[in-house]
């Protein structure tokens, strides 16, 4: 049985064109685009967007479901999180897959695997984040990476958790360097953060806001050139996580400008909050704990103006929630002990849109940043991505006029806040399809737990 959905009358919206189409879909792929109405397609299912945008669903490269952090799991699973992520027009999620200290890549990944199968509603791939470098862990990379798994995070703060010191960190650079892999890197100097936190606390300076002060921007800026230069002596691409500080965003617009494989990503907290959230009283800062750290607001501008010139390339979540009531909490009295991450995985897609019509980017940086560049980085270009024949048919109908105000008395992901509390923004996911079935209906979720598939990738298709 095949079925055809023909999209009619909207302005599809890729990284590299605005076009008005119609757009064909015969079972789970793109098969054409038209000039609108040139084409009288049959159909078993017509949508009108006739004034709205056709775009690509969302590639969110950095996702965090039921991450153990801190004696406790991030709140949503890949059922709840996928769901959210799909109202938010986010057809793709890249999780993080953990291997503990002591065991091998295969068992991190195998867990991995039994959390997300047959739970997600979007589809859904992986990273490996590496905590113990040794010569059984180089050589699974190739394996992985041969199953589809090609990115590799590790983390230069942490440490004692995930934390890799350098030589560690440069052999598996080097590894990558053999192999295609893409080692990404969590850029803060953990060592000298862990002093700095040891002291604070004996200062009595327990409260959220002093973790932004001990995670210092130049503690992330310093990690960030040195993961830089020794990715540059193993001769590999190296694409750095969650970038908050003007400081790091210089040292990656330096290497780039060395001409360097370098890439950065960074999340719409560090371009929509600030330290004033941490600071918020009553503990209310905790909502707002994770790493690298919420900064002061002169941060951000350099973080646009990183996203317009290419010096960044990715906006990803980083979407790690955890409740504020029995999960943040665990750090009252001590914000060392407050689980790090935000919620985000439904916010992307509109915050980026709000940055449209604020002027910071254009329409078509919108979709590259949030679609195209996360697939192309992560080797799922042009099944994910894009609108073109032959794509998977994850398409978004977006109303760009809808008016909202972001709450979690509304949101879907399993968190008992929003870190955009009373946000208005401009725009709103109204259909989505994930590969041809309809997951949103005119704000109606149809989707179903299960529909989602592991998604296999292929290696960095970014490289210059
Ligand atoms: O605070 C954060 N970012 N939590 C998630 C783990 C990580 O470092 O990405
Ligand atoms: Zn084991
Ligand atoms: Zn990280
Ligand atoms: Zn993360």
């Given at each position: 049985?095949?079925?055809?959905?023909?999209?009619?009358?909207?302005?599809?919206?890729?990284?590299?064109?605005?076009?008005?189409?119609?757009?064909?879909?015969?079972?789970?792929?793109?098969?054409?685009?038209?000039?609108?109405?040139?084409?009288?397609?049959?159909?078993?299912?017509?949508?009108?967007?006739?004034?709205?945008?056709?775009?690509?669903?969302?590639?969110?490269?950095?996702?965090?479901?039921?991450?153990?952090?801190?004696?406790?799991?991030?709140?949503?699973?890949?059922?709840?999180?996928?769901?959210?992520?799909?109202?938010?027009?986010?057809?793709?999620?890249?999780?993080f897959a953990v291997q503990?200290?002591?065991?091998t890549l295969r068992e991190g990944l195998d867990?991995w695997h039994?959390?997300?199968?047959?739970?997600?509603?979007?589809?859904?791939a992986f990273h490996m984040i590496v905590?113990?470098?040794?010569?059984e862990t180089l050589k699974e990379m190739d394996l992985l990476i041969e199953e589809g798994v090609t990115s590799f995070k590790?983390?230069?703060?942490?440490?004692?958790?995930?934390?890799?010191?350098?030589?560690?960190?440069?052999?598996a650079?080097?590894r990558s360097?053999?192999n295609g892999g893409l080692i990404?890197?969590?850029?803060?100097?953990?060592?000298?953060?862990?002093?700095?936190?040891?002291?604070?606390?004996?200062?009595?300076?327990?409260?959220?806001?002093?973790?932004?002060?001990?995670?210092?921007?130049?503690?992330?800026?310093?990690?960030?050139?040195?993961?830089?230069?020794?990715?540059?002596?193993?001769?590999?691409?190296?694409?750095?996580?969650?970038?908050?500080?003007?400081?790091?965003?210089?040292?990656?617009?330096?290497?780039?400008?060395?001409?360097?494989?370098?890439?950065?990503?960074?999340?719409?907290?560090?371009?929509?909050?600030?330290?004033?959230?941490?600071?918020?009283?009553?503990?209310?800062?905790?909502?707002?704990?994770?790493?690298?750290?919420?900064?002061?607001?002169?941060?951000?501008?350099?973080?646009?103006?990183?996203?317009?010139?290419?010096?960044?390339?990715?906006?990803?979540?980083?979407?790690?929630?955890?409740?504020?009531?029995?999960?943040?909490?665990?750090?009252?009295?001590?914000?060392?002990?407050?689980?790090?991450?935000?919620?985000?995985?439904?916010?992307?897609?509109?915050?980026?849109?709000?940055?449209?019509?604020?002027?910071?980017?254009?329409?078509?940086?919108?979709?590259?940043?949030?679609?195209?560049?996360?697939?192309?980085?992560?080797g799922?270009?042009?099944?994910?991505?894009?609108?073109?024949?032959?794509?998977?048919?994850?398409?978004?109908?977006?109303?760009?006029?809808?008016?909202?105000?972001?709450?979690?008395?509304?949101?879907?992901?399993?968190?008992?806040?929003?870190?955009?509390?009373?946000?208005?923004?401009?725009?709103?996911?109204?259909?989505?399809?994930?590969?041809?079935?309809?997951?949103?209906?005119?704000?109606?979720?149809?989707?179903?737990?299960?529909?989602?598939?592991f998604?296999p990738r292929s290696t960095?298709?970014?490289?210059?």
């Amino acid at each position: 049985m095949s079925s055809r959905t023909v999209i009619r009358g909207g302005l599809v919206i890729t990284a590299s064109d605005e076009i008005h189409a119609d757009v064909l879909i015969e079972d789970s792929r793109i098969t054409a685009l038209a000039t609108p109405g040139a084409q009288n397609w049959s159909a078993d299912r017509t949508i009108d967007a006739t004034g709205k945008y056709v775009i690509p669903g969302g590639v969110d490269a950095h996702t965090h479901m039921e991450l153990p952090f801190g004696g406790t799991f991030a709140s949503d699973t890949f059922e709840t999180g996928t769901r959210a992520a799909a109202w938010g027009g986010t057809t793709t999620i890249v999780d993080f897959a953990v291997q503990s200290v002591g065991h091998t890549l295969r068992e991190g990944l195998d867990t991995w695997h039994a959390k997300a199968e047959g739970n997600c509603a979007i589809d859904y791939a992986f990273h490996m984040i590496v905590s113990d470098v040794n010569q059984e862990t180089l050589k699974e990379m190739d394996l992985l990476i041969e199953e589809g798994v090609t990115s590799f995070k590790q983390f230069m703060a942490y440490p004692g958790v995930f934390y890799s010191d350098d030589g560690q960190i440069l052999r598996a650079m080097q590894r990558s360097a053999e192999n295609g892999g893409l080692i990404m890197m969590h850029a803060e100097n953990g060592i000298a953060i862990d002093v700095l936190v040891e002291q604070a606390l004996a200062r009595g300076e327990t409260d959220p806001r002093y973790h932004g002060e001990v995670r210092k921007a130049l503690l992330e800026a310093e990690a960030t050139h040195r993961a830089i230069r020794l990715a540059q002596v193993a001769g590999a691409p190296l694409y750095v996580v969650h970038v908050s500080a003007m400081e790091a965003v210089a040292e990656l617009a330096r290497a780039r400008d060395e001409g360097l494989n370098v890439f950065g990503e960074t999340c719409p907290q560090y371009l929509f909050l600030s330290t004033d959230n941490l600071a918020e009283p009553g503990f209310e800062g905790a909502k707002y704990v994770c790493s690298t750290p919420l900064r002061p607001k002169e941060h951000q501008a350099r973080l646009w103006r990183g996203l317009r010139t290419n010096d960044l390339q990715v906006v990803s979540t980083d979407h790690c929630p955890f409740c504020f009531t029995g999960q943040k909490e665990l750090g009252r009295g001590d914000f060392s002990r407050i689980p790090n991450g935000l919620p985000g995985v439904e916010n992307r897609m509109d915050l980026l849109h709000q940055a449209v019509v604020d002027g910071h980017i254009s329409r078509r940086r919108w979709i590259e940043i949030a679609c195209a560049a996360p697939a192309r980085m992560f080797g799922l270009y042009p099944k994910k991505g894009t609108i073109t024949p032959g794509a998977d048919a994850d398409v978004v109908i977006y109303d760009p006029h809808a008016e909202q105000v972001m709450s979690a008395e509304t949101h879907h992901m399993n968190v008992d806040y929003s870190a955009y509390e009373g946000k208005r923004v401009t725009g709103r996911v109204e259909t989505v399809l994930s590969r041809g079935e309809l997951v949103i209906d005119q704000r109606e979720y149809t989707g179903r737990a299960g529909h989602g598939v592991f998604t296999p990738r292929s290696t960095c298709q970014y490289l210059t």
